[in-house]
């Protein structure tokens, strides 16, 4: 039988999968504990340990069964957190980083400087984790905007490993790397200087949210940026990112590929 982290991988490399839309004040609810799952009764729960419980919610989330899912399980906040700060995590994040490579291996590059990919920033080339376990006091509720923005600000965020190593290969096969964030426009010189700390370079573009996008919801913003490529003329052959909606909505890249992030879910 397979194990339930080969059957996350093997889904996380096959499929998309469709869900709702909600309003962006879901960006809000980052890191909040949930007494109880939404939608389900103590008796649903059933009495699985944690640890086999735990996995199977991480599953759910990441091949988005969960949907627009708000909070994380209180019974797996400290589960969560070993999570992403743990090897699986890593290795998890490596086997999508070289699925992607694999991919992009067999891809013909025309040489006009066409041939795109389109990377998300934060959970997906640099990492937060470090504020959201510290700054917001470990999984309470998140909505102090300000101190979203001000970490934002400081230029302190990580490269996640196996992200650099996949932009790195992409990079030398001659793919233009185009970063599509969420972040404000305001963001735009810290973002780049904590891009160029940690090792990434030369990319093609870097789009973020202006003045006319506030409000939008996530999967509206990015869907509508990638069709502005296109009709720049850009072949999007492939696109990283941490959220489902990093990766959906028309036109979509020929090949998506979604890192694991289960501390949250922006719609």
Not at 34 to 59: F, K
Not at 148 to 174: D, F, H, I, N, V
Request: net charge neutral.
């Amino acid at each position: 039988m397979l194990s339930l982290h080969l059957l996350l991988l093997l889904l996380l490399s096959s499929c998309l999968c469709t869900y709702s839309n909600t309003s962006d004040k879901a960006v809000d609810t980052l890191l909040r504990l949930l007494p109880e799952e939404e939608g389900l009764s103590s008796g649903d729960l059933g009495d699985d340990p944690n640890e086999a419980y735990c996995e199977s919610w991480r599953l759910s989330v990441e091949t988005n069964n969960a949907g627009n899912w708000k909070k994380i399980s209180a019974r797996c906040s400290s589960l969560v957190e070993a999570y992403v700060r743990g090897a699986q995590y890593a290795l998890d994040s490596k086997v999508v980083a070289r699925f992607a490579q694999a991919y992009a291996k067999n891809i013909q590059i025309a040489g006009d400087g066409m041939d795109a990919w389109i990377f998300d920033v934060d959970e997906t080339l640099i990492s937060n984790i470090h504020h959201y376990f510290v700054h917001e006091i470990r999984w309470k509720k998140v909505t102090n905007e300000s101190g979203r923005e001000q970490w934002a600000a400081s230029t302190k965020s990580p490269a996640l490993p196996w992200s650099l190593w996949l932009y790195k290969k992409l990079q030398g096969m001659g793919f233009q790397l185009i970063l599509l964030t969420g972040r404000k426009e305001t963001h735009r010189n810290s973002t780049e200087q904590n891009l160029l700390a940690v090792g990434y370079h030369s990319w093609e573009k870097l789009i973020l949210r202006g003045n006319l996008d506030s409000g939008k919801r996530a999967m509206a913003y990015k869907s509508e940026k990638r069709a502005e490529l296109v009709a720049q003329g850009y072949r999007i052959h492939g696109s990283s990112g941490d959220q489902w909606s990093d990766l959906m909505g028309e036109p979509m890249a020929k090949r998506s590929f979604k890192v694991p992030n289960p501390m949250y879910h922006i719609p």
